[in-house]
């Protein structure tokens, strides 16, 4: 275990919130991340209401899910069938700043005292006060609130409350609708503004009056257009000044009266929407100002009221208790309720693998989606996983035609990583190569069904992803005559990125034997969908006869799984003379380098192993646990909470509980240094998996929720509720009990240590823990 | 066998010439390659004396050798250690440009008749005559003579001859330095200009007076900057009437007086020089005076008559005769021809793929020299051998940082493609994993060694540069203990670039093997290098081991060689059903598609046994000949020649004859369609291979020249001169007789169809060709 044990813990703990006090520059952009909010559609950085000094490293950027720029790839040599364009995940206009300004001196955080904000997870809610002083000695108090309605995808909305301290007079507002920023300003960077916002986006139209200010943008090299309004709700001694208006911002000016002592509070409304089809200009102005007009008909209290609903009603369903520690209390709780803001819950956007966290990874979608996040949302929010499936059914005929880019006369093949549904990866061995995202995406659909039995969706939409997935992989894969006819899969990338283009990946050949054997069992439970589909009966024989002869490769000496046909023969990583700051070894050493070595960035057998639950006996998980896991560096964020799974499976919940640990507060802790450009949503949602398949021990079967509870000694109680097929479970474990208790549906039975436990709605059935 | 057959034979077939006739558009541009002219420092297309017109399409170029400019590669996802600039071979001004005029109307192709073209291959003249005529009837007779001479690297020479058929009067002559040249100019190309040469320079400084113009330039992203300078010698009634200077061109107007009838001779003299180092623009300009003053002190008789006695004296030792077949004839003469234009013999200068001609590949140089080029100079012009070798010991150092920043503390790692010793490949998979170009680099020490014995050589620069790529392989390979300490080379690409990344590439480790033995037999026969490089016992053993251990993977099943650890395990491509326009197939297959499939593009194990002479017994040459070459696609022009010498030593001379045949006609018919970009020159000089290994069957031993002549049917005769040793040896062959003579040097023994034969300076020793 190399884990990274370096933390920077910028906010404080507290099982609720993130504290936050005072100001380091430093860990401005680390914050900025940690305390963005985001409801699924719109995501905006934890950044200030008021501007921020340019010689502070800051990173501003609001994003709308699921809409994107589009830009040529450039290759030094390319090649056919190379991803061309790059989609980017689409910064639009900030809407936060409020910018106050006393005699002409603007309020900054240079000039604060006092400053404190909390994030309030269980409310979705930043929370900031502080005091400035000017250079002439007057002072303030400022207080302000700010959230992401969860109620209304379209709104942002704000609430400023300015007290003078020792003065009456008055004071400047301008209110900005920028789109204008630079994404990522770094001091003595020479690249100030590189990455604008103005490089993604065509101004179309600007609309501002003295209520109202609305912008609409073209994204470059897309079709989709964006819309921003705002609008406020002053008091009445506000004085409208002016506007002004400019290519890329529109501000306006306001004049505050303020008496010494008394609040003034304000609102600011920001909406956003966007059309990427038919609607015209005229059509999306009506739009945007229809959505500014239902906003500025409520008050900021019965909007506010109506958020914190969902959040409530969101952890009723969602939270997660731990005994014993707070800081994992706190890790878990900001885990999930990022994955709650960074979801797509339209059917049209996906969760990226930073959420709307920040620029890292453009916004890109990947297997985290459905390795990672669909299997906890399908037992924790069933309707927001498929409408994660649903996004990606939405992209299948991209897929098809990306499978015909690769050679493939039929099937389906998911990029890589996109936004839209074409590969946007520009280095194939770590992307278009990694053919085992079809394999997830058939691993995500069998998760949901196994959780929901939603046949509607099966039948809809999941059935076809899996026949086109299925048809690639008869295509890729071939039935070796030189090897008895086994079926083998050449020239793919596994999930470990440390190892590149190898000849049947153990994970990748696995996966697909899983998936053919599911989608077989999903044809003969559904036998109207072979004729929907025209699948013969001797295409089903050929996914039978792939499954039957799947080649799994197999080391007899070393009594493992081997990762791929080569891995085993490689030169050992030399890990004693590689020091510390050589990791990642990614940022420090040539790809060929680090792909002839046995050396992991991340689970790849060891992940299988957890996904294959019991087709794979114990031993031969804890064999290959202790061959794999001393080889791996756990470069990335994937890695520690399949680990910690497979070492609670092995009985080592020390492990276990360690590597939790750092899933849990990988970015509370900036345990990768890399938090300031986007949380890594995959481990937060790896993080739940810890808990409930590694120290719950679940695993979701056919037949119902098998338990195997092994909680390690530092945490001795663990709280958590499950969706599973209709019903609310809710699961208690402690060091020496297990209660399950049915809170809603259907009686069910489920299994504790294999032994079968009935449940009806009401009281909890109590089992030893024991295993 | 599935070479590409369809040809554009653009000129004519004659021995000692290419003639053109007429002007067909589409052609121009392959013409233009076709006809370039060079001097292994100068090269430049044989575009015409004036302006083309801009709806044809054609490239101008002129380029200086060695000389480069730099840019930044642009990745989509970069990543350590990736190569981080691309050089480009200079194109300079061009100096070609005569530009007349009759009334303001333009003399250009568009008004020409009896337009003829003959590259003198014997003397390295381009003639041109023609008539062309105005829209008002006056009619011109035109002739020109370029050369760009041999005996002075720094001059492009051009005579031009004009005659009045029907008119007297005055007629004007714009004389061209023109450095704002498009390199690439389509029609109906949108990108026109894209490529100027105004990207790569920027102009320092113009001079120009009545007599004379310079300019000199810095080129971008590099250290080097270069001058150019023309001036003419003109008939007396000539008149000067202006200069017009734009920032990338000098043009000297003149007025010219034609009697009808009689002819008016006159010629422009161009030269070229370049600075990297320490001279300054003064110093610079100072130099490219001093050479404009000396060219113009002689006449261009005296000078032309230097040029010719450098290509009688090259055609001398160099000639081959072919017996029955004017085309070949003309082949391989136009292949020795181009080689010896595009050689470098300054020593810091190298051959690039395409030489001259163009600006294919970007003028980069790659192990084209070392396996295809030097061992024919070696045996024809072996200072300009030594003079190639010389240029990659210039960049040794280059190749020791390449190495450190691959992660091997010891050793060097020649770049896969350079012009100024900077690894310039793009895209690793097929570049910087091609690291037997270190190994090729080896074999064409040992190739020059065998053919000159010279030991000044070995002991200066020849051994460190084995030293130093022998402390590469120890670091890259490794004893693998899983496999009886065999010594084993991974994730390494070999010559076939259809195969990627791969483990024991049997090429790779069987070159290694040639490479380490050769190097202890020099480390042995000169003791004193081991005390100089301080090289000691252990590391001379570790050479030892790594040979005598070094895995070379075998196919028992099969019989054969195995390409590699995984290739024959691999799904067979399907030939039957790809049609002839999916060729070359890296036009159309994605890399993963081409890289799972049991396909090649050129020559792999094969070109190791053609390499590897007698280390591999015939029968198994043949073997592996009859599995491999099926599945090879001869997508590479550097596949047919090796073929040839393959298909040769096994006997089957009507497939070697075929295959020469495509080598030796590869761009005088165009068969891969893309000689309008530059000549093949690797596969120009592997037709000489084809001849010399395969039909005479040498091998150049440490013990002397082994001869196994087999001339195929349809090539009667075969006559070539070789250096050895400071011997000139003249063979010539029949089919039913070989016949050897000694023109000069020591008394030799060689050995014919494995018997001695001693041969004394005088008459030749005759031998039956039977083998």
Redesign the interface.
């Known amino acids: 275990m190399t884990l990274h044990a370096d933390l920077t813990r910028a906010l404080g703990v507290a099982e609720w919130q993130l504290p936050d006090s005072g100001f380091t520059p430093e860990l401005h952009m680390l914050k900025e991340t940690l305390l963005s909010l985001g409801n699924g559609y719109i995501g905006s950085r934890g950044s200030f209401d008021e501007a921020t000094p340019a010689d502070i490293t800051h990173c501003e950027g609001t994003y709308l899910n699921g809409v994107y720029s589009s830009e040529p ?5 390319s ?5 061309r364009n ?1 989609h980017k995940m689409l910064q639009v206009a900030n809407g936060k700043v409020l910018q106050l300004s006393v005699d002409d001196e603007a309020v900054t955080i240079t000039g604060a005292t006092e400053h404190q904000r909390q994030l309030d997870l269980k409310t979705g809610v930043l929370h900031r006060q502080w005091q400035w002083q000017s250079r002439q000695g007057k002072q303030l108090q400022l207080q302000s609130r700010r959230f992401i309605s969860q109620a209304n995808p379209h709104l942002l909305a704000i609430e400023l409350s300015v007290t003078a301290l020792n003065f009456s007079g008055d004071i400047q507002l301008d209110s900005l609708l920028d789109a204008g920023y630079p994404g990522f300003q770094k001091k003595d960077d020479p690249r100030v503004g590189v990455m604008s916002i103005a490089d993604s986006l065509s101004l179309r139209q600007q609309h501002c009056d003295a209520k109202q200010a609305t912008m609409l943008h073209q994204a470059h090299g897309s079709e989709s257009r964006v819309a921003a309004a705002m609008s406020h709700q002053l008091p009445a001694n506000a004085k409208w000044l002016a506007n002004h208006c400019t290519e890329h911002c529109i501000s306006q000016q306001f004049q505050l009266s303020l008496t010494k002592g008394e609040p003034l509070v304000l609102h600011k409304l920001v909406v956003y929407c966007h059309n990427n089809e038919q609607a015209d200009d005229s059509q999306l102005q009506q739009h945007i100002n229809m959505l500014l007009q239902q906003v500025c008909a409520q008050s900021f209290a019965s909007q506010l009221t109506a958020h914190q609903q969902y959040w409530a009603g969101f952890w009723q369903q969602a939270d997660v208790k731990i005994g014993g520690d707070s800081a994992l209390q706190q890790g878990i709780r900001f885990n999930l309720f990022s994955l709650a803001q960074a979801a797509g819950r339209n059917g049209v956007s996906n969760i990226a693998a930073k959420g709307l966290s920040g620029p890292g990874y453009d916004g890109h979608y990947f297997w985290d989606t459905e390795i990672y996040v669909v299997p906890v949302l399908s037992l924790t929010q069933p309707d927001t996983a498929r409408q994660l499936l649903t996004h990606r059914f939405s992209q299948l005929n991209a897929a098809r035609q990306r499978a015909r ?3 493939h006369p039929r099937g389906a093949l998911y990029p890589w990583r996109t936004i839209g549904g074409e590969e946007c ?9 990694q053919y085992h995202i079809n394999a997830a995406i058939a691993y995500a659909i069998r998760s949901y069904y196994l959780a929901t039995a939603d046949s509607h969706f099966i039948r809809e939409m999941g059935a076809e992803m899996l026949l086109e997935t299925n048809r690639l992989w008869l295509d890729l894969g ?1 039935f ?1 005559p ?2 008895q006819q086994r079926f ?1 899969i ?2 793919v990338t596994g999930p470990d990125e440390y190892t ?2 190898v ?1 049947n990946n153990f994970y990748t050949n696995a996966m697909v034997q899983l998936q053919l054997e599911f989608s077989l069992l999903i044809f003969a439970d559904y036998p109207e969908l072979a004729a929907k589909f025209e699948v013969s009966n001797s295409e089903l024989q050929s996914w039978q006869r792939a499954a039957d002869n799947m080649y799994l490769p197999y080391d007899h ?1 070393l009594a493992i799984q081997a990762q791929d ?2 891995f ?4 050992p990583w030399d890990f004693a003379t590689t020091p510390a700051d050589k990791y990642p070894l ?8 680090i ?2 070595h046995q050396v992991l960035k991340q689970a790849d057998t060891v992940l299988a192993n957890v996904l294959l639950d019991n087709r794979i006996s114990p031993a031969q998980k804890t064999r290959d646990l202790a061959y794999y896991e001393p080889l791996t560096t756990h470069d990335s964020s994937l890695s520690g909470c399949i680990h910690s799974i497979a070492f609670a499976e092995a009985g080592n919940t020390e492990q276990a509980h360690a590597f939790f640990g750092n899933s849990a507060r990988m970015d509370l802790d900036n345990y990768h240094g890399n938090t300031g450009v986007g949380v890594h949503i995959a481990c937060m949602a790896g993080s739940w998996l810890s808990l409930v398949m590694g120290f719950a021990g679940l695993r979701v079967r056919k037949d119902g929720l098998y338990f195997q509870p092994r909680l390690p000694q530092a945490l001795p109680e663990l709280e958590f509720r499950l969706c599973y097929q209709n019903r609310i479970l809710q699961v208690s474990l402690s060091a020496d009990q297990a209660s399950y208790q049915l809170i809603s549906g259907k009686p069910l039975t489920l299994y504790h240590a294999n032994q079968a436990v009935s449940l009806d709605v009401g009281a909890p059935v109590k089992c030893s823990a024991g295993v």
Do not use: C, W
């Open positions: 790839i450039t290759y030094g040599e090649a056919y069938g190379f991803a790059n880019q690769m050679s990866s520009a280095y194939f061995p770590a992307g278009t190569a071939f070796n030189r090897q083998e050449h020239q590149a283009i000849n000496e046909d080569s085993l023969n490689k030169k990614l940022l420090h050493f040539h790809p060929l380098v792909y002839r």
